[in-house]
């Protein structure tokens, strides 16, 4: 068989080739072409079609994200912004904190376990390409019906992943949460974060710079698995009649990625490295593309002495195969030796590939030949661009009109009382421990705060007590209803659980889940959201720092909810002033801070009692936000409150169940003069939080509130074993426990 070198494909235009199967449209092969003034290679066919594949390029969501750069508040704390492997932040004292969120959702799908684990590998690795160590991980999943028999395939494999993967990594997973919803079946989402620390000095960029430097493949060897696996795999909706569409999900190893973060940072503290790029989606072909692009030259590499597991492969194999576990480092001639050293002590195989020329083109050889020819920015950074046709949703207004705040209520105390214990038993509000028991949360001894806590706290120094704090939130639910309020309602819940735990919101890190770009519908629901989230960042001073978008999470012409979850980092000087959510001292006084209004539109009541979506969301309020935020924060540091909790879904009741019951302490509330009970209770008004204050305490706190004009009411008080709303009901902690932690081991059993 004659090799497709560029020179016969120059003498041979008229092959057909299989633009088709590779995910290319017509006219995206026919700009190849022109791109290169002939037929591609295969081996060229196969970097672009990975490369411009939906999950690799943004081809249909980068006109919108420019908003983020366009829109982004001014910040000195952002030290590497939209572009790199993960944004980078300053948090005092000469570090540097990089985050990001990403997704693995189809994978996770088709082969739940190594979908999920690879996930977290993915996102760690791109931690460690800005030259940070990781120090925990996090996991925002959505599923299916909670009863759909599919569920009890693809949950426990899912959470399996995540935590054999991450505890074999020994990094703890600090937060996340779980939803369920019909709308996810068959296209759950599987959205991993990483958080890692560095000095300044320590950050790495993904360049290829200096001719004649060496380009370094190091890791495991390249193997068959993920062959086009999450880049071509989340760029098309699934389709039961197109196996074609589902190729192979790669396969994790975390102890081999264990040697590589160590072998790694050892390089960065010898200073051996010049640029890096991990091995993700679209492997070595977006490694030495983007390496290359973002640099100051070319490149050539010999594809021969990438190290294999199946000598079998093809050279288009070896390109788009997505082997996990494996990085690209540029080094200087004289430093090789040394890098090579210290990747044979970690036990990581690593393999000079290639250089860094002087030129402009990537040159790729096999056996000898040139099966590679092109510019790397049109390969990385220079694929199409569309303007995708967007319509608001011919269903969109009879949806609002639906007005939840209509549904039938309690009509009685009694039932009060028994749609309390039906909401804070549902799969949504109840225990997830069942899950976060699967992971390790206190690995390494840093962690201050995890799961069920409104946000992760890791320590970063152990002499002055520096902390970072992490919250991801999104609610599908909201953003069907109105995706911009959705997507600022998904903002101002994770500021707000960085806030209730005494630290102070920096950046935003952001994984946009939506269905096909295709239908005009999905895409006005996408742009209402990115419009929505950019919006709340410039008005709240946290920028977007990177993220992810996931698109085509649709089976047939059924689109998921439109999901865009939002992570929040903050820092806090001192961790052992940070505010648990738990009630831990009788005695302390309850308020609760905020305006409650009557707000029932996508909530968790009218979804577990009615199975009702329809209406508006809470309205949105960011410099109430702010405000309660500047509260909960000075509270925190001040001594001023003992525990703190948001109120988002299920609200009230759900928010003092949670606090009693991680406490182990009850609560006496009185429902305020001219308060509706039921509004009080289930109510998810934005900008609410309650908080634990001591009585010594109370009148220097409700000062503070008065003076800053933030409502405070004092609902109550920490006390006995069981929650009773005076005249209304009460019910045993005792009974609360049992409804909240049996219903996700009855569903998975």
Same mark, same amino acid.
């Given at each position: 068989?004659?090799?497709?070198?560029?020179?016969?494909?120059?003498?041979?235009?008229?092959?057909?080739?299989?633009?088709?199967?590779?995910?290319?449209?017509?006219?995206?092969?026919?700009?190849?072409?022109?791109?290169?003034?002939?037929?591609?290679?295969?081996?060229?066919?196969?970097?672009?079609?990975?490369?411009?594949?939906?999950?690799?390029?943004?081809?249909?969501?980068?006109?919108?994200?420019?908003?983020?750069?366009?829109?982004?508040?001014?910040?000195?704390?952002?030290?590497?912004?939209?572009?790199?492997?993960?944004?980078?932040?300053?948090?005092?004292?000469?570090?540097?904190?990089?985050?990001?969120?990403?997704?693995?959702?189809?994978?996770?799908?088709?082969?739940?376990?190594?979908?999920?684990?690879?996930?977290?590998?993915?996102?760690?690795?791109?931690?460690?390409?800005?030259?940070?160590?990781?120090?925990?991980?996090?996991?925002? !999943?959505?599923?299916?019906?909670?009863?759909?028999?599919?569920?009890?395939?693809?949950?426990?494999?899912?959470?399996?992943?995540?935590?054999?993967?991450?505890?074999?990594?020994?990094?703890?997973?600090?937060?996340?949460?779980?939803?369920?919803?019909?709308?996810?079946?068959?296209?759950? !989402?599987?959205?991993?974060?990483?958080?890692?620390?560095?000095?300044?000095?320590?950050?790495?960029?993904?360049?290829?710079?200096?001719?004649?430097?060496?380009?370094?493949?190091?890791?495991?060897?390249?193997?068959?698995?993920?062959?086009?696996?999450?880049?071509?795999?989340?760029?098309?909706?699934?389709?039961?009649?197109?196996?074609?569409?589902?190729?192979?999900?790669?396969?994790?190893?975390?102890?081999?990625?264990?040697?590589?973060?160590?072998?790694?940072?050892?390089?960065?503290?010898?200073?051996?490295?010049?640029?890096?790029?991990?091995?993700?989606?679209?492997?070595?072909?977006?490694?030495?593309?983007?390496?290359?692009?973002?640099?100051?030259?070319?490149?050539?590499?010999?594809?021969?002495?990438?190290?294999?597991?199946?000598?079998?492969?093809?050279?288009?194999?070896?390109?788009?195969?997505?082997?996990?576990?494996?990085?690209?480092?540029?080094?200087?001639?004289?430093?090789?030796?040394?890098?090579?050293?210290?990747?044979?002590?970690?036990?990581?195989?690593?393999?000079?590939?290639?250089?860094?020329?002087?030129?402009?083109?990537?040159?790729?050889?096999?056996?000898?030949?040139?099966?590679?020819?092109?510019?790397?920015?049109?390969?990385?950074?220079?694929?199409?661009?569309?303007?995708?046709?967007?319509?608001?949703?011919?269903?969109?207004?009879?949806?609002?009109?639906?007005?939840?705040?209509?549904?039938?209520?309690?009509?009685?105390?009694?039932?009060?009382?028994?749609?309390?214990?039906?909401?804070?038993?549902?799969?949504?509000?109840?225990?997830?421990?069942?899950?976060?028991?699967?992971?390790?949360?206190?690995?390494?001894?840093?962690?201050?705060?995890?799961?069920?806590?409104?946000?992760?706290?890791?320590?970063?120094?152990?002499?002055?007590?520096?902390?970072?704090?992490?919250?991801?939130?999104?609610?599908?639910?909201?953003?069907? !209803?109105?995706?911009?309020?959705?997507?600022?309602?998904?903002?101002?819940?994770?500021?707000?659980?960085?806030?209730?735990?005494?630290?102070?919101?920096?950046?935003?890190?952001?994984?946009?889940?939506?269905?096909?770009?295709?239908?005009?519908?999905?895409?006005?629901?996408?742009?209402?959201?990115?419009?929505?989230?950019?919006?709340?960042?410039?008005?709240?001073?946290?920028?977007?720092?990177?993220?992810?978008?996931?698109?085509?999470?649709?089976?047939?012409?059924?689109?998921?909810?439109?999901?865009?979850?939002?992570?929040?980092?903050?820092?806090?000087?001192?961790?052992?002033?940070?505010?648990?959510?738990?009630?831990?001292?009788?005695?302390?006084?309850?308020?609760?801070?905020?305006?409650?209004?009557?707000?029932?539109?996508?909530?968790?009541?009218?979804?577990?009692?009615?199975?009702?979506?329809?209406?508006?969301?809470?309205?949105?309020?960011?410099?109430?936000?702010?405000?309660?935020?500047?509260?909960?924060?000075?509270?925190?540091?001040?001594?001023?409150?003992?525990?703190?909790?948001?109120?988002?879904?299920?609200?009230?009741?759900?928010?003092?169940?949670?606090?009693?019951?991680?406490?182990?302490?009850?609560?006496?509330?009185?429902?305020?003069?001219?308060?509706?009970?039921?509004?009080?209770?289930?109510?998810?008004?934005?900008?609410?939080?309650?908080?634990?204050?001591?009585?010594?305490?109370?009148?220097?706190?409700?000062?503070?509130?008065?003076?800053?004009?933030?409502?405070?009411?004092?609902?109550?008080?920490?006390?006995?074993?069981?929650?009773?709303?005076?005249?209304?009901?009460?019910?045993?902690?005792?009974?609360?426990?049992?409804?909240?932690?049996?219903?996700?081991?009855?569903?998975?059993?």
């Amino acid at each position: 068989m004659t090799l497709d070198t560029v020179a016969h494909a120059a003498k041979t235009p008229d092959t057909e080739q299989p633009w088709a199967e590779l995910g290319l449209k017509k006219d995206e092969y026919e700009r190849v072409r022109e791109i290169l003034g002939r037929r591609p290679t295969g081996a060229e066919l196969a970097m672009y079609s990975v490369m411009w594949s939906e999950h690799c390029s943004y081809k249909s969501s980068k006109v919108h994200l420019r908003q983020f750069g366009e829109k982004a508040p001014e910040t000195d704390a952002l030290l590497v912004g939209i572009g790199e492997n993960a944004g980078v932040v300053d948090v005092g004292q000469g570090y540097a904190v990089t985050f990001k969120v990403e997704s693995h959702n189809h994978p996770s799908y088709v082969e739940p376990y190594q979908g999920a684990a690879t996930g977290i590998g993915g996102i760690v690795r791109d931690i460690i390409a800005m030259g940070a160590r990781p120090v925990a991980v996090v996991d925002p !999943l959505r599923f299916g019906a909670a009863d759909h028999p599919d569920t009890k395939r693809v949950l426990p494999g899912v959470v399996s992943g995540i935590g054999g993967y991450g505890n074999c990594l020994g990094l703890p997973n600090i937060g996340g949460e779980v939803v369920f919803d019909a709308c996810y079946q068959g296209n759950p !989402l599987v959205n991993a974060g990483c958080i890692g620390v560095m000095k300044h000095e320590d950050i790495h960029l993904a360049k290829a710079s200096g001719a004649g430097n060496k380009v370094i493949l190091y890791g495991a060897r390249t193997g068959g698995d993920g062959i086009g696996g999450a880049s071509i795999l989340a760029s098309e909706t699934f389709d039961d009649a197109k196996p074609s569409k589902r190729p192979a999900v790669q396969v994790g190893d975390p102890f081999q990625e264990k040697l590589l973060i160590e072998c790694t940072l050892e390089a960065y503290a010898e200073k051996l490295v010049v640029g890096i790029q991990d091995f993700g989606a679209a492997g070595l072909s977006c490694a030495t593309s983007e390496l290359a692009s973002n640099g100051s030259g070319g490149m050539t590499v010999t594809l021969d002495d990438v190290p294999l597991r199946d000598s079998t492969l093809s050279p288009e194999e070896i390109l788009m195969s997505e082997s996990q576990e494996r990085m690209c480092a540029v080094v200087e001639p004289e430093k090789v030796a040394r890098f090579l050293e210290i990747c044979e002590k970690w036990d990581v195989i690593a393999t000079v590939v290639g250089e860094v020329t002087d030129g402009d083109r990537l040159e790729i050889f096999w056996r000898g030949e040139k099966i590679v020819d092109v510019d790397p920015r049109t390969v990385a950074h220079e694929g199409p661009v569309y303007e995708r046709p967007l319509a608001r949703p011919s269903w969109q207004d009879a949806l609002q009109a639906d007005d939840a705040n209509k549904l039938a209520r309690p009509a009685d105390a009694d039932e009060l009382r028994a749609q309390v214990l039906r909401l804070v038993s549902s799969p949504n509000q109840a225990s997830k421990a069942w899950i976060t028991d699967q992971y390790d949360r206190f690995v390494q001894g840093n962690t201050v705060l995890a799961q069920p806590e409104d946000s992760g706290m890791v320590r970063i120094d152990e002499e002055t007590n520096l902390g970072v704090a992490l919250a991801t939130d999104g609610n599908g639910r909201f953003a069907k !209803l109105d995706p911009y309020a959705g997507a600022q309602l998904a903002l101002a819940e994770a500021y707000r659980n960085v806030a209730t735990s005494g630290a102070k919101p920096l950046a935003v890190s952001d994984c946009l889940n939506f269905g096909s770009p295709e239908d005009p519908a999905v895409m006005w629901q996408f742009s209402e959201a990115v419009r929505g989230l950019a919006d709340g960042c410039l008005q709240l001073g946290t920028p977007v720092t990177g993220g992810n978008v996931s698109l085509y999470n649709q089976t047939g012409d059924v689109a998921i909810h439109p999901t865009p979850v939002v992570a929040v980092l903050g820092v806090i000087d001192d961790v052992t002033r940070r505010t648990p959510v738990a009630f831990a001292d009788e005695g302390h006084l309850i308020y609760l801070l905020g305006d409650t209004e009557e707000e029932l539109g996508g909530s968790a009541w009218s979804q577990v009692v009615h199975d009702h979506l329809g209406g508006l969301p809470p309205k949105v309020d960011l410099e109430r936000e702010r405000l309660l935020a500047e509260i909960l924060i000075s509270a925190s540091r001040d001594g001023m409150v003992d525990a703190a909790h948001d109120l988002s879904d299920g609200g009230l009741i759900q928010a003092l169940t949670e606090s009693c019951l991680q406490g182990g302490k009850g609560a006496r509330v009185v429902v305020p003069d001219g308060a509706d009970p039921f509004v009080l209770l289930f109510s998810e008004s934005a900008g609410r939080a309650i908080v634990a204050v001591p009585r010594s305490e109370e009148l220097r706190f409700t000062d503070m509130c008065g003076a800053r004009g933030l409502p405070a009411t004092r609902i109550g008080v920490i006390d006995g074993e069981e929650i009773d709303v005076q005249g209304q009901f009460s019910i045993p902690l005792s009974e609360l426990k049992d409804a909240h932690e049996a219903t996700i081991p009855n569903l998975i059993a």
